[in-house]
T-cell receptor, first 110, second 113 residues
Framework: QKEVEQNSGPLSVPEGAIASLNCTYSDRGSQSFFWYRQYSGKSPELIMSIYSNGDKEDGRFTAQLNKASQYVSLLIRDSPPSDSATYLCAVNSNAGKSTFGDGTTLTVKP | DTAVSQTPKYLVTQMGNDKSIKCEQNLGHDTMYWYKQDSKKFLKIMFSYNNKELIINETVPNRFSPKSPDKAHLNLHINSLELGDSAVYFC????????????FGDGTRLSIL
C-alpha cells in the first residue's frame, strides 16, 4: 500500500463545475496535510493546508480532513480553464518527512 | 524577490560526469529539502536539513551528497552521473519540521546524455 494515494486521473470537468480530488494516507500519526497545484513545467505551489478534522474554506477551494478515516479531500468550485493542472496531496509526519501522492491531473474544459 | 532560488535551471551533461546544483532561500526558514521528480511526475523526497543538520536521508545512492553551509543554503552534488539521474530536482524550504508547508524553487532540469 502506498503511503499517500490519490484518486487516479485524469479528471475532466466542464468550466464552472465542481472538481473533487481525494487522498488517503496510511500513517495515523500524520499531523499536517497540504494540497499543492503544479502546472506543467512549473514547481508545486501551495493551495491549502489543513491540520484538524473538518472543513476549511479559502475562496473557491475547500479542504476536508477526516483523521479517523485517514482521508483528505479538495473541492474546487466554479473551475475556470486555468485550474487545469496536476494537484498533489502531501502528508507530513511529525518527524518532518513529507510524502506526496502521485498527483491527479485535472482538465477544465471551456 | 525570489524566495527559493536554484541554479542552474537547466543542466545537460554526459554520463559519468560530476555536477552540483545550488539552492538558496531568503524566507528565514530553518528547514530545507531536495526532491526528485521523474518523467512520470512522481515527487520523491531525497534529503532534508534542519539548521544545517541532516534529518532525512531517503534511500538515495551515495553518489548524491547534500551540503548545507548555513540554514539558508542547501546544495546537491552528484558524482558519476547515470542515465537514471535524468529528472527535475526541486529544492524547497519550510519553517520548522513537519508542520508548515513547503515553498519550492523553480527546479533544475537535469538531462544526462
Amino acid at each position: 500500500q502506498k503511503e499517500v494515494e490519490q484518486n487516479s486521473g485524469p479528471l475532466s470537468v466542464p468550466e464552472g463545475a465542481i472538481a473533487s480530488l481525494n487522498c488517503t494516507y496510511s500513517d495515523r500519526g500524520s499531523q499536517s496535510f497540504f494540497w499543492y497545484r503544479q502546472y506543467s513545467g512549473k514547481s508545486p505551489e501551495l493551495i491549502m493546508s489543513i491540520y484538524s478534522n473538518g472543513d476549511k474554506e479559502d475562496g473557491r477551494f475547500t479542504a476536508q480532513l477526516n483523521k479517523a478515516s485517514q482521508y483528505v479531500s479538495l473541492l474546487i468550485r466554479d473551475s475556470p480553464p486555468s485550474d487545469s493542472a496536476t494537484y498533489l496531496c502531501a502528508v507530513n509526519s511529525n518527524a518532518g518527512k513529507s510524502t506526496f501522492g502521485d498527483g491527479t491531473t485535472l482538465t477544465v474544459k471551456p | 524577490d525570489t524566495a527559493v532560488s536554484q541554479t542552474p535551471k537547466y543542466l545537460v551533461t554526459q554520463m559519468g560526469n560530476d555536477k552540483s546544483i545550488k539552492c538558496e532561500q531568503n524566507l528565514g526558514h530553518d528547514t530545507m529539502y531536495w526532491y526528485k521528480q521523474d518523467s512520470k511526475k512522481f515527487l520523491k523526497i531525497m534529503f532534508s536539513y534542519n539548521n544545517k543538520e541532516l534529518i532525512i536521508n531517503e534511500t538515495v545512492p551515495n553518489r548524491f551528497s547534500p551540503k548545507s553551509p548555513d540554514k539558508a543554503h542547501l546544495n546537491l552534488h552528484i558524482n558519476s552521473l547515470e542515465l537514471g539521474d535524468s529528472a527535475v530536482y526541486f529544492c524547497a524550504s519550510s519553517q520548522g519540521i513537519g508542520i508548515q508547508p513547503q515553498h519550492f524553487g523553480d527546479g533544475t532540469r537535469l538531462s544526462i546524455l
